[in-house]
Each structure stands twice: as C-alpha cells, then as structure tokens.
C-alpha cells in the first residue's frame, strides 16, 4: 500500500501564474487535509475534504485559494495569481476515518512551491 | 532513502505516568526536528531541536536530540488526560524540507 502521495515535489512558478497541487491519498482513505509550512514556521491547517465535499475551509485564505477532492483522482489544492507570500511547503494528509474519532492520519513528503 | 521511525506506535497509561516517545531519523543535509501534538485536525508545534544534547523544556514536556546517533525523545511527566494526542516527529532537512513520522497515539486514562 503506497503512501500518501504528492505531485509534483517542487513547484516554481512566476507571480501571476496559477500553481496545481496534488495529492493522492492511500488507498482506502476517503479524508483529506491540506496544510501549509511556511519558512521557519509550523504547519497551519488549511482544508479538510471528504470525497466531493469541502467540510472545513476555516484555514483557507479568502482568495485565490481553492480545494477540491473529486469523486475520481487526485485532491488539488489550486492557488491563483500567485505572489511570494505564497512560496511555502504545502502538506498533504489522509486518514481512513474523522481524526476526531481516533483515526491515524499520514503526511505526503509535501509539495514545495517556489514563486519567482 | 529519507526515514523517519517513531515508536512506539501506541501507548497507553494512566494519569501521573511518564512517558517518553522515540523518533529515529535518516535523512539528508539534516537541519532540525520538530515535535508536534495533534488532537484534531491541525499538528500543534511543541519543539524545534537543532543542537544535539540541549534539552527544551515547557512544563510537563521535555525533549532532546542526538545528531550522533540520530535520534530524538519526548519525555511527558505526570501525564494528564489532556495529553491523550498523536504525537508527531519531523526531522528538517535541505532547505526546509520536512518529513514526518507515521506518530505516537498516546492514551491517558483517569
């Protein structure tokens, strides 16, 4: 059983232009987080999905940031116009129940995201 | 291949016990670990460690690393209900890459 996995591993992108994160969750994991690490900081939650459904965007920046998790494929954590302020590693993490009920959850080795 | 093992992967105890959780490290161009507690959705950062045998202290939590033989330990003293939580390692490496442990999932009971 793969992990949690996370494409691509290094992203650089020019301010302005759109960057597409992607996260495949192991196998039998229907939950979904993102998380954002910003130089010399600790993790800050951004989203929590289940399968088609966005169930707490409270971390999210207002705009230009987007999450979705389709019936099919891979969960996308999408930023648009991208600024420097957005260069950051970004996290993903799956577990197979509510973390509230006990469940483990699994990081992905995490996407770094360079804007130049 | 980058790796990270904590152990052990559960624990149960009952209140006023000391605990002490291991995560052992291999990763390249190591530059610091981090302890986190997760309870809910979002790891709360405990400690950073970047020099080998200075332990961090807050409260009841205590930790110190070992670069020598790559590894770290968080103590917990007098353990209360409230420390019941996944605990997470996560050594820093290059620049600021991170890679974390699958966890501790430590149990208090009254």
């Known amino acids: 059983n793969a992990g949690v996995m996370q494409n691509p591993r290094h992203l650089v992108r020019r301010r302005g232009q759109e960057a597409r994160l992607r996260c495949s969750p192991m196998?039998?994991?229907?939950?979904v987080y993102w998380y954002r690490q910003l130089p010399e900081e600790g993790l800050k939650f951004m989203v929590y999905?289940?399968?088609?459904?966005?169930?707490?965007e409270s971390g999210m920046p207002k705009e230009r940031f987007s999450a979705e998790f389709p019936k099919e494929g891979p969960s996308i954590l999408r930023i648009q116009q991208v600024v420097r302020g957005d260069s950051a590693a970004y996290f993903c993490?799956?577990?197979?129940?509510?973390?509230?009920?006990?469940?483990?959850?699994?990081f992905g080795p995490g996407t770094r995201l360079t804007v130049t | 291949e980058d790796k990270v093992v904590q152990s052990p992967l559960s624990l149960v105890v009952h209140e006023g016990d000391t605990v002490t959780l291991n995560c052992s490290y291999e990763?390249?161009?190591?530059?610091?670990l981090l302890w986190y507690k997760q309870e809910k959705k979002a790891p709360t950062f405990l400690f950073m460690l970047?020099?080998?045998?200075i332990e961090k202290k807050s409260g009841r939590l205590s930790s110190i690393l070992d670069k020598k033989e790559l590894f770290s330990i968080l103590n917990i003293t007098a353990t209360q209900t409230g420390d019941s939580a996944v605990y997470l390692c996560?050594?820093?490496?290059?620049?600021?890459?991170?890679?974390f442990g699958a966890g501790t999932r430590l149990t208090v009971k009254p």
């Open positions: 993490a799956s577990s197979p129940r509510l973390l509230a009920g006990g469940s483990e959850q699994y």
């Open positions: 196998k039998g994991h229907s939950h």
């Open positions: 999905l289940q399968k088609e459904n966005i169930i707490d």
């Open positions: 990763v390249t161009n190591f530059r610091s």
């Open positions: 970047t020099s080998s045998g």
């Open positions: 996560a050594p820093m490496y290059n620049n600021n890459d991170m890679r």
